[in-house]
């Protein structure tokens, strides 16, 4: 009850207008709206699908700034985005060759990167962006997202997801429902990698699995073991590296948890 309070209050500047959002307008978030079936809710002009009962999603990247545009039924109403202050992230002892990939790895890696965008691409009428996620697995929190981060001491692009580091074999459960769209073995940086559709351009990534049973197009539930921590890729240690995104802008998980640490599994 508390926290439906604080979103009422949070959300009490929005009351004019028909739709609710379960987050603040802020770099890196999923948000999450709810509308009245049947309205249509454009975001900077481009519509959003809404579900039949009046569920909508989008997320802002970790460098958007400016504003959005949201449009219910012809109405609109523009809000600030929030910036966020990210952290400096130093990893060494990394193969060297996973820093700086030769030119067969380089062509690996554009190969690589092109499945994960066709998997990225799906929009679906599945549901289980709306669901309450829960923690994908127990460990602790090893990296966060936005983090700046200098490999073996050099430069290279944000951390954009979340580590979780366990012992190989630790347990992964599906955080929301959904499909998988991505089952491969081996990629170059992100080793045994998973990726489940949760609806409407909302999708997680799994990476550096040491184990999963998991096919392309089989239905997931919300906690369903998916496969196993471990140190495949480019790591220097077992952990699970989770990734959330809505369509090509890749987003912070840890808002979406009920609790700040992952809380011990069954
Ligand atoms: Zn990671």
Redesign the pocket.
Known sequence: MRRLALLTALLAPLAAQGFTLDAPIEQGRLIRGQTSPNATILLDGKTLPVTPDGKFVFGLARDAAGTITLTENGAATVLPIAARAWDIQRIEGLPPGKVNPDPEGLKRIQREAALIKAARSQVTNLAGFADAFRWPANGRIS?IYGSQRILNGEPRSP?L?L?IAGPTGTAIRAPAAGRVVLAEPDLFFTGRTVMIDHGHGVGSIFAHLSASSVTVGQVIAAGQEIGAIGATGRVTGPHL?WGVYWGAVTLDPQPLMPTPAPAPLP
Do not use: L, V
Request: proline share 0%; net charge negative.
């Open positions: 990296g951390h997801g580590d590296h």
